[in-house]
């Protein structure tokens, strides 16, 4: 009896042995996720690490010196001489902002207020080197500003730039720039909104701002916005007062629509081809490059280009972005023939040509009632401020506007500076009949026997 009950319970404790292993239930396998960092890489290069390290070669700290006036002995004259330069008494002033580098020759953008009434213009690049730099063009009412590095050195590095034209909500961006001098000082945050309107007197300025989270800081405008990828998405701009964290950038499709008008072959080469390009955005947020302006008799009209006409290849090349054709055109060589490419299949061959300036200042008789000249050595001796370059208004002629006197400097015409004839030829191909330029001369002021320089504006109708 007690044999066959042991019989059982073996029978018995096989069974529930068997049971559980047939019916346990599965444990998952474990799955193999592949590391994507390469040998000895940390955990903590992360996608915001990578994108500053891809972006922060290109910004740069922006110090600028501006000279203002002080007068002790007749303050109420201060404020009416805010923009005189005091030849006998004069005060210099430093102010610190950010810029990002656009192009290896040496382009930097940074905002138009940064480099206001700068005197000098240094540019700290991130390993320390400090150039000297000029304005190659300015717009404040987009706060835009070009700037060139004088004697560039070697192996710049152009910051990449996001060409889809997409902004997506929520995504990370990282605010770069040199706050209160700090150099190369970043905050992360996420793209807040955009198409923010910006209003001034109830009227609204621009419906384009992109606002974000990622603190920004005096010192930061100028300073590029960035994206995981380490592309530009937009330029520091400006952080809503008492609120530091809502900070507000210039979104890059403006900015690239601004610094296409003055990266043109007139301008960098002295070439004459006459096209201005720009961009515009589809409905399904895409961008498209197109012919945003046509100068008349140029070769671009000649050979057959319209304004409207979109671009889609530059020798055969598919264009990346306007920014990237922008580069192109400045390193045009005269006499080498271009083809452009349009949507509607069409070809165009351009060939730029030289631009001549024999005719530049009788132009400016005839279109502007201002009658320049040259300033050389010679003339320099007779002018009590002593310009060393420029166009000097030497005669007044029936149609000068009044505004304007005789011993004048004409130093800039809308967005182009005006430092020789050269210049004022290529200003002048972008006027046209019935315009009204804006012109900026600089003229000696005496003031209770103290001398000054007043800088005025004074609008110019073409004829």
Known sequence: ?????????????????????????????????????????????????KAIETAMPSVVNIGTERVVTRDAHNSSYQNLFDEFLNAQKQQKTYSLGSGF???????????????????????????????????????????????????????????????????????????????????????????????????????????????????????????????????????????????????????????ENVIAKWMTPERFRHLFLGIVPGQRKLENGLCEIIVADLIAGSPA?????????????????????????????????????ITLGTASGGTFRLVPRKLTYQNALENAREKLGLALAVVTPELAREITYAPDSGLVVCDILPNTPHEVRRGDLLVKINASNINSATDLAMAMRRLHYNDEADAVFITPVTVNGKHYLARRLVKLPVR
């Open 301 to 337: 009209e000649e050979a057959g280009l319209r304004k409207g006409d979109v671009i889609v290849s530059f020798d055969g090349e598919k264009i990346s972005g306007l920014l990237a054709l922008s580069r192109r055109l400045i390193n045009l060589q005269a006499g080498r023939g």
């Open 1 to 49: 009896m007690n044999a066959k009950k042991s019989s059982l319970f073996v029978i018995a404790f096989l069974i529930i042995v068997l049971a559980v292993l047939v019916f346990r239930p599965e444990r998952p396998q474990s799955v193999s996720v592949p590391d994507s960092r390469e040998p000895g890489e940390s955990r903590r290069r992360n996608e915001v690490v």
């Open 101 to 255: 580098i656009i192009d290896a020759s040496g382009l930097v953008v940074t905002n138009a207020h940064v480099v206001n009434r700068a005197t000098r213009i240094m540019v700290t690049l991130t390993d320390g080197r400090t150039c000297d730099a000029e304005v190659v063009a300015d717009d404040p009412v987009n706060d835009i500003a070009l700037l060139r590095i004088k004697n560039p050195p070697p192996n710049l590095l152009a910051i990449p730039c996001d060409n889809t034209g997409k902004l997506y909500l929520g995504e990370t961006v990282i605010a770069v720039g040199n706050p209160f001098g700090l150099d190369s000082s970043i905050s992360v945050g996420t793209l807040s909104g955009k198409m923010r309107k910006f209003t001034y007197k109830g009227r609204v300025i621009f419906s384009d701002i992109l606002q974000t989270d990622a603190i920004v800081y005096p010192g930061n405008s100028g300073g590029p916005l960035i994206n995981i990828d380490g592309e530009v998405i937009g330029m520091n701009m400006s952080v809503y007062e008492n609120a530091p964290g809502i900070g507000f950038a210039i979104p890059l499709f403006r900015i």
